[in-house]
């Protein structure tokens, strides 16, 4: 299927957080409360809408173990966005490991969207993937990001190759095209 835009998320966090459970709830709509540890990286990828264009979302499944950082700091360089996945360890309220107001507070110094999921009962998976989406388009329909530069985690795709901002390139006459055939 074509798309205007490929975006590449990362997620991270530690060992055992659910950065799995996250990615398979947001890419299949299901939840695997058992899986193998992710081993360096893994992959998925769901193509969404946003203001009426296709994106796809590659995202990568990083591993948390402290044995894999200097591997998976390698990911991080040429990502367009990052979901940071924290477990809260317990679902009641008066016992909870890190409280909300906390996180938000995180969110807030250093200019990140906050938003609690569960990848259990699939509670704002969908809109924490979106959301974040969202405001990369934003950025590059603002100039912010330049979508010709793949360092930035995005890629222009072939629905898009020719309109998408900050890409001025020629149309070819019939007459002109070169190659073989």
Not at 3 to 31: E, P, W
Not at 42 to 64: N, P, V
Not at 109 to 133: C, D, P, R, Y
Not at 145 to 170: C, H, L, M, W, Y
């Amino acid at each position: 299927m074509a798309y205007a835009y490929l975006f590449k998320y990362i997620i991270i966090g530690d060992t055992g957080v659910g950065k799995s459970c996250l990615l398979l709830q947001f890419t299949d709509k299901r939840f695997q409360p058992v899986h193998d540890l992710t081993i360096g990286v893994e992959f998925g990828a769901r193509m969404i809408t946003i203001d009426g264009k296709q994106i796809k979302l590659q995202i990568w499944d990083t591993a948390g173990q402290e044995s894999f950082r200097s591997i998976t700091r390698s990911y991080y360089r040429g990502a367009a966005g990052a979901l940071l996945v924290y477990d809260i360890t317990h679902d009641l309220f008066a016992r909870r490991e890190v409280q909300k107001e906390e996180g938000e507070a995180f969110a807030r110094e250093h200019g990140l969207i906050f938003m609690e999921t569960s990848a259990k009962t699939a509670a704002n998976v969908e809109e924490a993937f979106i959301n974040t989406a969202r405001e990369i388009y934003t950025k590059i329909q603002e100039g912010v990001f330049d979508p010709t530069n793949e360092v930035n985690g995005i890629k222009i795709g072939p629905q898009n190759i020719n309109s998408a901002p900050g890409t001025n390139r020629p149309n070819v006459n019939s007459n002109e095209r070169g190659g073989c055939c």
